[in-house]
Structures are given as C-alpha cells and as structure tokens.
C-alpha cells in the first residue's frame, strides 16, 4: 500500500471513530517521519507540564532552586471525576520540589504543577522553550484553569452537555468560546513541537544533559497507561510518555526505544466530535493510528 493511500485510510477510520487529530512519529536515529496534519495548534492540556518540568530543572541543574525545598501547597479540593493526587487533596501538605515534579510528571497532579508554576512562571518556561531551541509550544496560564471549565459547573450524569458545548462551540481561527479550548488563550502546541522537543530530551541538545535524563525518567514514571500505553509498551520495548486530557480532547506524546535501538517519537493530539466523557473506542482507535504510523515509518 502506498503512503498517500495508508494515509487516506487511517484519515477515514479515525473519522469513523467521531476523531480529528495531529499526529506524528519521528524516527529519532534517521530524522525520517510521518504523520497527520502535524502542524495543527490544539490546546494541550496536562502536556504543558514536560516543558514546566524542563524549565524547573534547568533552574535545579543552575543552582537556583534547590529540589530538597519543601513547599506548602493548598489542597485543590476538586471533587469532579479526572484529577489526580494533591488535586483533589482536602487538607494543605509540605512537599519537596522533586517530589512535586513526579507528582505533576507521573500523575499528571495540576496543583503540584500549579505549586511548580510558582518557581517558574509561565513565561520563564517559554523562555526555556526558546532558548532550547523549541518553537511552536506556548504556555500562558497556570493548570488550576483546567478544572475551571463548563463541565465543573454540571453534575457527573450531566456531563455530556459540557462535551456538547466544546464541540459546537468552536469559532473561526481555531477560536473558542470556552477560554481553555481558544487557541489565542490556552496553553497551545502542535505534534511536530512536541515531537521536537522528545527529539531534544532524547538526544543531545542544548537541553542540559542531566535535565534531559531527568526529564526522561519522570516520563517512564507514567502512571496513566490506558491510551498509546497498550499499543507501544512490551518486553522488548520502553515507552515513556505524558497524557493531556480536557473535554473532548484526548493527547499523547512518548518515546518508544525498542531493544534493537530503534528510537521513535510519537505524538497524537486528538478531538472528538462525540458528546460523551468515556470514550473506549476513540481511544483504542488514536492508539491503533499512532501504532500504525510507527510501524509504517519502521518498515520502510
């Protein structure tokens, strides 16, 4: 089968699945890629927080914060289904820095990452994107935004509506009326930017090299495994990724390093078109196109 017409077939079957998307996998040995409109901007969700992790251990590896710092942090006291960890704690705890850099990393915990924007605030992390060389990722608001959606505002059984209201709700430019899906507003980024900055924490960069290999080993603590996890993890295989999830959208980036030394990054942002919050089949099918991707790219 030819690429264009693989192309066209994956295209069909994840619009069959109620599924729009960005994807691209990049051998990371070769520079060889494919993908599915890579350079689209999506609002990315909890996948700000690689660069937020990037950016507070760049400060570690200068010397500016020390990681042992305890920190006080506020409950988040969200009760909603989704977030995770200190999110939904009801009482303030004392944590170390590196401690809330896997809580934020590995969980995907938006006040740990919250309690991390207060070292680093959203501009220095796009500095740091800048200034390693990462272009198409912007990062504007802090993660307690993400549970301040419509969804918040109706009772679980009701939740569909909030799904309804994102999809219908989209306007020209990638605009949109709720404030966390506009991309003039939200947290923004491509799968090429994504896909980009894998290709710098996995192989030398101007990304500190202890930076990078931190920064990686948070992403192997992944604890949220049900999307590209089932279709990319095996004994012969790594698969070291971080989740974003808000409404109707549904994003993975990782790097997958097969025992043969084969190294591949792969990045699926995604949107759905169906009004429901538990989508088995969407994320089965965004895990199939990226699995699919990949092995196109490695058999040629």
């Given amino acids: 089968m030819t690429t264009d017409r693989f192309l066209r077939d994956l ?74 960890g200190l999110t939904r704690f009801r009482h303030p705890a004392r944590i170390a820095v590196d401690d809330l850099l896997y809580l934020s990393t590995a969980i995907s915990d938006n006040a740990a990452a919250d309690a991390l924007f207060g070292l680093v605030g959203p501009g220095e992390v796009d500095r740091c994107l800048r200034d390693a060389g990462i272009s198409g990722i912007a990062v504007r608001h802090l993660l307690r935004d993400l549970v301040e959606t419509p969804v918040e505002r109706f009772e679980p059984r009701d939740a569909h509506l909030a799904h309804s209201l994102a999809i219908g709700s989209r306007g020209a430019a990638r605009g949109h009326a709720v404030t966390q899906l506009d991309v003039a507003r939200a947290n923004t980024g491509t799968a090429r930017a994504f896909v980009d900055l894998l290709q710098a924490l996995w192989s030398p960069s101007s990304i500190a090299p202890g930076v990078a290999a931190r920064t990686r080993g948070l992403m192997a603590g992944n604890l949220i495994g049900h999307r590209l996890a089932p279709d990319f993890s095996s004994d012969a295989s790594r698969w070291s990724s971080k989740t974003g999830t808000l409404l109707n959208l549904r994003h993975e980036v990782g790097v997958v390093e097969h025992d043969d030394g084969g190294v591949f990054a792969v990045a699926a942002l995604t949107e759905s078109s169906v009004p429901a919050v538990v989508q088995p089949a969407a994320e089965a099918m965004m895990a199939q196109a990226a699995r699919e991707l990949h092995d196109h790219l490695r058999g040629q």
Avoid: C, W
């Fill in 11 to 84: 295209r069909q079957r994840l619009g069959d699945a109620g599924l729009s998307g960005s994807f691209l996998v990049r051998d990371l040995t070769t520079g060889a890629e494919i993908g599915i409109e890579p350079d689209i901007e999506y609002p990315v969700a909890s996948l700000v927080k690689i660069p937020l992790a990037v950016a507070v251990l760049n400060q570690i590896e200068h010397g500016r914060i020390d990681g042992a710092t305890m920190l006080d942090v506020e409950p988040g006291r969200v009760s909603t289904p989704g977030p995770t």
